[in-house]
């Protein structure tokens, strides 16, 4: 080839790569923070769903994730999260949420799993926040109904109830405990206090306990320290033959008697709007926090049938899962 000629293609090829190079250019990346207390396996919902409304990690977004099981470490990895300057972060529970509180008053925070937010000091109102936080609710009273109804269809001797969780990780006990007492009497229960701390051998000492009381049954509260010793639970409650009800539908896949509890996946889903809302301008002080719509049951009868226990026919017909 000449070299007038290679020097004319050249030229001809140098002038389009600023138009490649401009079509090529790509998205910036929003920095997304999480901080979660639980591995739950139904997370992967959340990302799932950002990626319907168009946003993908590595393309136009990044998602710093910090786990700080059963809240130990959330202010410290909170701290770090903050510093890093993400347009939105995601609290998954309240010890989580809280943590964060304290670090910012700007940062847009859209939490999950809180019970009680207005009383957690999170928000002023459901309706209008007001603030830098706004999410979804895990429960609301009506719940703790359920809960002890459940024990009662499948065990109808029971008669005693203890109500698993660490108030320290869930600062919400006291309220889960009022409403339990306040509907037990209706259904012929005792509701008590189970107060535990995260130590395998306090929550041994607490589930046996619980077990030694005659016509007896258990509450596992969805929180922090449950959730990362569920498996923990699930076996010390079928050794002292403890029919208990939780809150994660995997839990009864893995062993536990039966649950009732938000579906997971959507809330994950729902969260997820929340972040694509306020990546696209909206402020958390206006978006209203949503209450549960949408609760599941799980039932598994081989742990039914190793306590001794039969299921209704109306829990049979009620559960979404039911586990031979």
Not at 24 to 46: H, V, W
Not at 136 to 149: E, F, H, Q, T
Not at 203 to 223: D, K, Y
Request: glycine share 8%; proline share 6%; no cysteine.
């Amino acid at each position: 080839m000449r070299r007038r000629e290679f020097l004319r293609m050249l030229g001809g090829a140098v002038s389009a790569w600023p138009a490649v190079a401009h079509a090529q250019k790509p998205e910036r990346l929003r920095l997304i923070g999480m901080l979660t207390t639980s591995n739950d396996p139904e997370m992967k919902a959340f990302e799932q769903e950002l990626e319907k409304r168009g946003w993908s990690e590595g393309r136009n977004i990044h998602i710093e994730y910090r786990y700080a099981p059963a809240g130990a470490q959330a202010q410290t990895l909170a701290k770090e999260l903050v510093a890093m300057q993400p347009e939105v972060i995601f609290a998954m529970s309240r010890p989580a949420t809280a943590a964060l509180q304290k670090e910012t008053g700007t940062i847009p925070i859209v939490f999950t799993y809180v019970i009680d937010p207005i009383g957690a000091g999170f928000i002023a109102s459901l309706a209008r926040p007001g603030g830098n936080l706004t999410g979804l609710m895990a429960y609301d009273p009506s719940a703790v109904g359920k809960w002890l109804s459940m024990l009662k269809e499948i065990a109808p001797q029971t008669a005693r109830v203890g109500l698993l969780g660490n108030p320290k990780t869930a600062a919400y006990y006291d309220y889960l405990l009022g409403a339990a007492q306040a509907v037990a009497p209706s259904l012929g229960i005792e509701a008590f206090p189970s107060r535990i701390e995260n130590d395998a051998a306090d929550i041994e000492r607490a589930i046996t306990a619980i077990a030694s009381m005659p016509n007896s049954g258990m509450v596992v509260l969805p929180e922090a320290t449950t959730t990362v010793n569920y498996k923990l639970i699930i076996t010390l409650a079928a050794r002292n033959r403890l029919p208990a009800v939780y809150n994660f539908k995997f839990m009864v896949r893995e062993g536990a008697l039966m649950s009732y509890g938000i579906v997971s996946a959507d809330h994950y889903r729902q969260a997820a709007f929340y972040v694509d809302r306020i990546l696209r301008g909206a402020k958390p002080a206006e978006l209203p926090v949503q209450t549960p719509t949408k609760y599941e049951t799980a039932l598994n009868l081989k742990t039914a049938r190793d306590l001794g226990l039969t299921a209704s026919a109306g829990l049979l017909v009620a559960a979404d899962e039911v586990i031979e």
